[in-house]
């Protein structure tokens, strides 16, 4: 499996009396701060995970109301702490120009609510997994290797949120990188 973005908070207890033993100063200080991003723009997520449903009738029947929501995760973040790479006007419209025609901004949304361990932790993975590591995620690998057999992982130093728009070409490499590394651990 290859994947970036990964959310990596869900493996913290929070509860514990050090739910964040075992990590470096950095990995701490990365916690905390994508913790109050999150408690800060988390809003979208409550609504997607929770009640898809509702909002896919509400990007669907307008068009301009789905332009927004997108808007919030392409251009809402800032780019002086996060240095994400700008995603093209031009990809932006495209993007939910299609999601407009064809009807999915309900299954897109529904991702949150099916995603289920993927927010909690989860139980251990034994998939070889790469995860590729764009400007703006809070991906730490030590909380990733808790339920994740990582194999590859690949830090950016462009890119962001929506790799595939952003940077496309190092995920493809990482892709076609990890495809290679797994075949020739198969042979």
Known sequence: MHVNALITLGAIDWQSANPTAGLSEEEIRTVYEAATRWKERSGYAAIQSSRPQTLAYALTDS?????????????????????????????????????????????????????????????????????????GDATIRSLAERSHDIVRWTEFDRGGHFASLQAPDLLIDDIRAFARQVAGNRN
């Open 63 to 135: 068009p301009l109301g789905l332009l927004a929501w997108n808007l919030e995760w392409f251009v809402d973040y800032d780019p002086a702490r996060a240095q994400q790479t700008p995603v093209d006007r031009d990809a932006i419209l495209t993007n939910v120009t299609i999601c407009w025609h064809t009807a999915t901004a309900g299954s897109s949304a529904r991702l949150y609510k099916e995603a289920g361990d993927a927010f909690s932790g989860g139980s251990r993975s034994g998939v070889p997994t790469a995860v590729a590591v764009f400007p």
